[in-house]
Nanobody
Framework: VRLVEAGGGLVHTGDSLRLSCAASGSTFSIIAMGWYRQAPGKQRELVAGIIISDGGSTNYADSVKGRFTIARDNAKNTMYLQMNGLKVEDTAVYYC??????????WGQGTQVTVSS
């Protein structure tokens, strides 16, 4: 599975961005997908996820609930992260991932999101 991300950039506080993650290859075995982020000097943290094997249930980090929305377009094999009300503390490199039914995780290359005040 190959994942290609797009949509990062430099925005101001309160702005919105939409990240995309296009998947190709053997995606039939994917049971979960989502987004992590890593800020400088901090550990990578889960931002949002979709459990495909659980009917598409979603989960979010407390820090982004109500502001971020994860979604997927099956026809395009693409996952999105809509980020509204961006804060300076959302600045990080965002990575999408897909996890297959063997527990193996595939990662995108990462996209930088920078929020300035």
């Amino acid at each position: 599975v190959r994942l290609v991300e797009a949509g990062g950039g430099l925005v101001h506080t309160g702005d919105s961005l939409r990240l995309s993650c296009a998947a190709s290859g053997s995606t039939f075995s994917i049971i979960a997908m989502g987004w992590y982020r890593q800020a400088p000097g901090k550990q990578r943290e889960l931002v949002a996820g979709i459990i495909i094997s659980d009917g598409g249930s979603t989960n979010y980090a407390d820090s982004v609930k109500g502001r971020f929305t994860i979604a997927r377009d099956n026809a395009k094999n693409t996952m999105y992260l809509q980020m509204n009300g961006l804060k300076v503390e959302d600045t990080a490199v965002y990575y999408c991932f897909n996890r297959d039914n063997q527990g193996y995780a595939y990662w995108g290359q990462g996209t930088q999101v920078t929020v300035s005040s």
